[in-house]
């Protein structure tokens, strides 16, 4: 146990090198950055609203509102907002949640890697998980917040499952379930990459196991509670993305242009620009020198020992298997696979399958290590790769420029919080001409009073003299619904994609609700049933699991 404390501190003081620049106040540009402070911004004020769980966000595409999180991964965002509560900023809350999912990411990496290859191999592979290449550009790069949080709970959900094949213990049941769900709402491209190979580790663990029955049965219950769980963002997500101009505005044929070379996944250049068509990129697609090299030596001693027994022979096969196909995947010989399985263009650019990359090759780096049966050169080859990773990796450590912007700089212009507002709903051609998150009264005479203004509820109290129109000043959205003295009326969409309905002379009590749809009722009832099927099991584990 001593031991496990000593790598776990040495994990963190590695880590601080990569970690210094959030320490400084203030912030620095990157691709995406700007688009994660707003979201996590406007998280904040749409929860405070009574918006649960957010979907909508009201301030969003000019004020006439925007299905953020109905689409885009909303658990970092969550997991930002106790910080925000406790009276941090948007921009402090990010860079603790960056920290924390950083230095945790080694450590369950370590946890993980260590119960096949000890504790030096373990520490090797957290390490260089820790030191990729690909690990700062999210950090500094590209600013991906969802892939940045990813990165710790990979190894947290390999390592849940691995204690859950190995022990029959409820607790092991309830860490898979919660991991994984919370890796489903964390980023959507990082888990479409990640399934074929988590479902081959299952496999795995089942074919190795001596009682497949019981952990075939341990592994499915987990498995949908995880599902259960997320639900409430997965069905949403999938079912409902035909209400948005995502296929429309082509985000998922850019892939085409994004193929790096294996030259560039060799060795590029560092840089802090964007991604182009061509070899002329502004940033870096190297997998990372150390990286390599450990891929190199796994080749040459499973070439040596191929007919030879040894410590998860079948597991490290398939592990170098994998690493070999998603490499292929990445370069532009795999295009036909790409057109041919529509499901992997949300990834939208090749070189993000580095992710995976970059967790096989730190698994294997202890792998690596536990080959040599000699203690000696175990232990140099350990110091060595740990050395080679840091030094090829020190000029990585930073961001383009450090102009300590402050929370003002990133809210002054909140547009959409994505790239090419690919979440526009379909209904909507050109922004309404009338103001925003609010009712007009377009036509006829009369008063409105507003009563309550949320970004999913608007109450108003109307006087109306003759026959009116009126209008909203939002989007329309699947499912608003308008009630006058609290009787659903029929309206009309506009071509900007606002609603109006018309309105007699009288007095009347007008509220307009943001409603879930069937499909969002499903879901927030299935999550709300795996968090009470828990629950029961926490109460009951003693009498099911004997």
């Known amino acids: 146990m001593r031991n496990w404390f000593l790598i776990i501190f040495l994990i963190i003081v590695v880590s601080y090198p990569a970690l210094k620049n959030f320490l400084k106040p203030g912030f620095f540009e990157c691709h995406d ?299 532009d010989s795999s295009l036909f696979i790409w057109q041919l399985l529509p499901i992997i263009q949300r990834i939208e650019f090749p070189w993000k399958i580095l992710s995976v990359e970059t967790f096989i090759v730190a698994f294997l780096a202890g792998a690596l290590i536990n080959f040599l049966r000699n203690k000696f050169l175990s232990r140099l080859l350990a110091v060595f790769l740990i050395v080679l990773a840091l030094y090829t990796n020190r000029n990585h450590l930073r961001p383009a420029t450090f102009d300590r912007f402050n929370e003002e700089h990133f809210l002054k212009d909140p547009f959409t919080a994505d790239t090419r507002a690919e979440l526009m709903p379909i209904w909507s051609n050109n922004l309404p001409k009338i103001d925003p998150q609010k009712l007009t009264l377009v036509s006829g005479q009369g008063e409105l009073k507003k009563i309550k203004a949320t970004s999913i509820d608007y109450q108003y109290q109307a006087k109306i003299m003759t026959p009116a129109v009126i209008e909203t000043g939002w989007l329309y959205f699947p499912n608003w619904n308008i009630y006058l003295n609290k009787k659903r009326v029929t309206w009309e969409l506009k071509k900007e994609g606002n609603l109006s309905f018309k309105i007699n002379p009288g007095n009347y009590f007008i509220e307009a609700r943001l409603e879930d749809t069937i499909i969002r009722e499903i879901g927030n009832y299935l999550s709300l049933m795996g968090i009470f099927i828990i629950l029961f099991l926490s109460f009951t584990h003693g009498k099911i699991f004997k």
């Open 33 to 331: 950055c700007k688009f994660h402070i707003l979201r996590i911004f406007f998280m904040h004020k749409e929860l405070k609203q009574g918006q649960f769980p957010v979907r909508w966000v009201g301030d969003l595409n000019n004020g006439y509102g925007y299905p953020t999180f109905n689409y885009y991964y909303p658990g970092p965002y969550y997991l930002s907002q106790p910080f925000l509560l406790m009276g941090l900023n948007t921009i402090d809350s990010y860079k603790i949640v960056i920290i924390f999912t950083y230095i945790l990411s080694g450590i369950f990496m370590f946890l993980w890697s260590r119960n096949y290859w000890g504790n030096c191999g373990g520490l090797v592979g957290a390490i260089l998980y820790l030191y990729a290449p690909y690990r700062f550009i999210s950090l500094y790069v590209n600013g991906t917040f969802g892939v940045a949080v990813s990165f710790a709970l990979i190894p947290l959900v390999f390592w849940s499952f691995y204690l859950l094949s190995q022990k029959k213990n409820l607790k092991f049941i309830i860490l898979g379930s919660f991991s994984l769900a919370f890796f489903l709402i964390s980023h959507n491209a990082t888990v479409l990459m990640f399934i074929p190979l988590f479902m081959a580790y299952l496999f795995y663990l089942i074919f190795k196991s001596p009682h497949k029955k019981n952990i075939i049965f341990r592994l499915v219950l987990s498995l949908s509670l995880s599902f259960l769980l997320a639900a409430f963002f997965l069905l949403p997500m999938i079912f409902e993305l035909v209400y948005v101009r995502l296929k429309e505005i082509g985000v998922t044929s850019s892939y085409q242009n994004d193929f790096p070379s294996l030259e560039q996944l060799i060795y590029s250049k560092w840089g802090y620009g964007y991604s182009v068509k061509g070899l002329n990129d502004g940033m870096s697609f190297q997998l990372g020198g150390a990286q390599w090299l450990v891929m190199f030596l796994s080749l040459i001693f499973l070439s040596l020992n191929l007919k030879n027994n040894f410590k998860e022979k079948k597991l490290i096969i398939l592990f170098i298997v994998s690493f070999f196909i998603f490499l292929f995947l990445m370069i």
